[in-house]
């Protein structure tokens, strides 16, 4: 009884909150979303857990790594590994679809407005889910590019062909070694282009939607 009374009492705060956003919604002139891992998380992309153990056991069982961000940092024997571990990570957070529409929802209720997205995620949900590029700004980078080590240049490259091979052909936790992915310029290791240090590119692409975000803000009275 207690816990039907509160889960009610809950339910009914959410409500209010949804309602409120809705009539703010309706009301604005310009909206400016920002999103974070919570967001892909809702969709359906958990990195711990029953999908973590789905497509990790092996990882899990010989270095004990309990979910796919920490293992992320973990210093892998050899590149074959290394790239074993991630191309799994990129294909399953950016090239598979979430499970829940939570992306498809947020679109249908802005598309109609005057609206730009600030992310940090990099799972491409956005544009999956429709939203128009011109109108996202994905801060840390893009699961789906590469980027020199180094970096020896600042351009990215897309991965999908690659990681689906590496996926594919991947045995007993390691890639062939043929497959990991070299620079086209210096040809030393490349790496994602997400932003963990100072050696994050920021492409042609980063600094076009740095610069609509910011006449987004400079033309708009927010
Ligand atoms: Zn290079």
Not at 10 to 37: N, R
Not at 107 to 129: E, G, I, M, P, R
Not at 138 to 165: A, R, S, V
Request: hydrophobic share 35%.
């Amino acid at each position: 009884m207690f816990l039907n009374l509160w889960t009610n009492k809950s339910t009914q705060t959410y409500l209010d909150k949804i309602e409120k956003v809705k009539e703010i919604l309706s009301d604005c002139d310009a909206i400016v979303i920002g999103a974070g891992a919570g967001l892909s998380a809702a969709a359906g992309f958990e990195y711990s857990g029953q999908r973590f153990d789905t497509y990790f056991a092996d990882f899990k069982q010989k270095y004990k790594i309990e979910d796919m961000y920490s293992g992320g940092f973990y210093p892998f024997e050899s590149l074959e590994e290394y790239w074993a571990y991630w191309s799994r990570y990129i294909w399953i957070n950016r090239y598979m679809d979430a499970t829940e529409d939570v992306y498809e929802t947020l679109l249908s209720l802005v598309k109609d407005k005057d609206y730009f997205v600030l992310t940090t995620n990099v799972d491409h949900c956005f544009q999956k889910a429709g939203f128009d590029k011109k109108r996202l700004f994905y801060t840390q980078g893009d699961y789906g590019l590469f980027q020199c080590m180094t970096p020896c240049h600042n351009e990215t490259y897309e991965n999908k062909d690659l990681i689906l091979e590496m996926v594919s052909k991947q045995k007993d936790m390691k890639i062939p070694t043929e497959l990991i992915p070299k620079c086209p310029h210096c040809g030393k290791p490349m790496t994602m282009n997400l932003r963990c240090d100072n050696t994050f590119v920021e492409d042609e692409g980063w600094h076009k939607a740095s610069q609509r975000f910011l006449d987004f803000i400079r033309t708009r009275k927010i």
